[in-house]
């Protein structure tokens, strides 16, 4: 037990069995609690899968704040590392995602987004349904007016223009593509493969009276066709895996305009490292986070120049604070329509997402680019900043 | 003659030999005339050391404007060059360089920065003698204003505080040490290994009072010691080359303090390559410009994350366009002081940098960083927009 708290990197949190036997401090973060024996053994072998699914049923379960001790835990760990012996540090190493065809692209996405609109509706903001980090000027927004705040920053950053095309590479539930139309006079064309979140994209557009200028389009990245102004696309390269970097550069270059401009927004890291095992395995099957040297092999393969790259981790440790705030307030129903191994696995996977962005395991990068003979850029960033991208009234 | 103007990209531009034989539009951009037939043949065989030799001696001239016509050529060049027969590109590519040792970089910096203060004097900024991309609110500043701006400019990116210590590797002139000291009232430890603008530095710390402040320390960067709240370099990564960068990235995280920021200000490229063989050979020997890659890997290997990329490529486009009307203004007391093939090599070399920014050959990026644990991080960028960076009286 004490080997064991020592090999975490002796985090102020409790291990306790379910004999009572404990190591660690008692007035500490909080307390895991392991329940039986054959739990424990699992999380020797292969801990990071075993924490998650152990989590799941309840054969191990974390008193105290949840978000809160997973930090401490993955903080310490990340001290402690290096001092593990050889055999479990190869039991424990993770096999990283190279990337997908397009059928288990296909399949990888129904996993996580099919999962039902209503399900996301629950705990997503209420104003764009966006799953992709939010834009917090204040600790004060609401969730509703960062997300906005965020869609808003990125019209800002891609400079649009009434009447410029714009494509849109993996468009959710279609927020950015409607807000952009809405508020900027642009048209758009925005592709996604999962099916019930375009049900509730062309949906929401003829509600709004935008199906003329946005139109949402079932298919992979690679087979976007024609030319754009603009192209964006947030939250989508988490999808793609490095294997496809090189594809997903030749579409960015063959379809944007020699004086257009880009944005890629995604979730990236300090150093490469595979997903977590059990984020790979239970909840995003074939993600695969970059290293900035990965994310900037994009923008080099496709030559294009990069103009601006704003990290905005800790925004996204709010965002998860929000939606697992929200999550929470809704768990009885989220029980009832599936069960609770599920909401606890959604509840650790918000809380472990929050915890790993704050102690900088994850970053969120904004990246803005051009290709490489467009003179016609921005002299500066002060348009961006000129007056706050937070609305008042939402 | 047709073959060599196709083989160029066939640019807006006439290529005209000793004979009176032409290649190229009449009317078009200007026109480069080679003056005798050995002439021709160097350029033929090795046409990057040879075009700036020959304009150096007088050889080759260029008739119309210097900056535009090597803009346009460029520009053709990067179309035409997958076209050049095997041997041709074979004879024409560079060779790269890779970083030196401290010797080697104390030989390459006296090369270039030890020409003595009063030539570089006459052409650089009277405000802060500033030997790097300045930053142009508006195209109306003039050098002093964009200069001094884009010290302020440096400044609010590393959120300075007064009391905080600073150190800066290869601080020139000295200008940004004494400008964080003077307004932002912090202690700075300044290294250089130029002996003659290390003297022009402690001078002016005196002048100003400033002695007790700034601490101008002649040493290698790999040398540098100690702790500091903020690390900045600015302009110093193109002398160190790609194999030193593990070694800076080594400097940069035991030196910086947890909580700590820094800034690295460079040159870079959108993708690698060699610095052009006539500038490399006899302008910064030992020079290398990185890929954005490169660049990143940088702080990838210190384990940093990456806060803020901006690319100033039009900046620097504009600061050399001040540089090289300022230098002509004093072209007749550069010829007295040195020669007439010194000063032609100089508004090459002054005109070619332009024209390769401008046609995006190169980028200037200013890159923010911090320790991975650095959770004091600036919530965004609106302060740094808050007021405008250029002063009024400048």
Redesign the interface.
């Known amino acids: 037990m004490k080997k064991l708290h020592t090999l975490c990197g002796s985090p102020p949190v409790q291990i306790r069995l379910w004999d009572g036997a404990s190591a660690g401090p008692s007035s500490g973060e909080g307390i895991i609690e392991i329940r039986d024996r054959s739990a424990l053994l699992r999380l020797l072998r292969q801990p990071e899968v075993a924490f998650g699914d152990l989590y799941s049923s309840g054969r191990l379960v974390v008193h105290g704040d949840l978000t809160q001790v997973l930090f401490h835990l993955m903080?310490a760990m990340g001290r402690g590392a290096g001092d593990a012996p050889g055999l479990l540090r190869w039991l424990w190493r993770n096999r990283p995602a190279l990337g997908s065809n397009q059928a288990a692209a296909r399949g990888n996405i129904h996993h996580h987004y099919d999962l039902g609109n209503d399900f996301y509706a629950l705990w997503l903001d209420r104003a764009a349904m966006q799953y992709t980090c939010a834009?917090?000027?204040s600790p004060d927004n609401t969730l509703e007016q960062a997300q906005l705040a965020k869609l808003e920053h990125v019209c800002r950053k891609l400079r649009l223009e009434p009447g410029q095309t714009v494509i849109e590479a993996g468009c959710g539930w279609g927020g950015l593509a409607r807000y952009m139309a809405r508020h900027y006079g642009v048209r758009v064309r925005a592709y996604n493969i999962s099916r019930e979140q375009l049900a509730f994209a062309r949906e929401k557009a003829r509600e709004e009276g935008l199906q003329d200028r946005v139109e949402y389009i079932e298919d992979d990245y690679r087979n976007i066709s024609g030319h754009c102004d603009r192209f964006v696309s947030v939250g989508m390269l988490e999808h793609v895996g490095p294997r496809n970097y090189a594809a997903l550069a030749e579409v960015m270059r063959r379809s944007l305009h020699p004086r257009g401009l880009g944005l890629i927004h995604s979730i990236g890291r300090?150093?490469p490292a595979p997903v977590n095992g059990w984020i790979q395995k239970r909840i995003f099957p074939g993600a695969y986070v970059p290293?900035?040297?990965e994310?900037?092999?994009l923008?080099?393969t496709g030559?294009?120049?990069?103009?601006?790259?704003?990290?905005l981790?800790?925004h996204y440790a709010r965002t998860l604070d929000h939606w697992l705030a929200r999550f929470r307030a809704h768990r009885t129903e989220v029980v009832r329509r599936y069960d609770e191994p599920f909401a606890r696995a959604w509840e650790l996977y918000l809380a472990a997402s929050s915890a790993t962005f704050?102690?900088?395991g994850l970053?969120l990068?904004q990246v803005v680019f051009a290709p490489?003979?467009?003179?016609t850029?921005p002299?500066?960033?002060?348009d961006?900043?000129r007056q706050a991208a937070t609305p008042k009234d939402a």
Chains 1, 2 share one sequence.
């Open positions: 903080t834009y917090f000027e300090n150093r290293g900035i040297v994310l900037m092999r923008f080099e030559s294009f120049s990069v103009l601006d790259v704003e990290n981790r800790l704050r102690s900088s970053q990068f490489p003979g467009n003179n850029l002299n500066d960033r002060r961006l900043y």
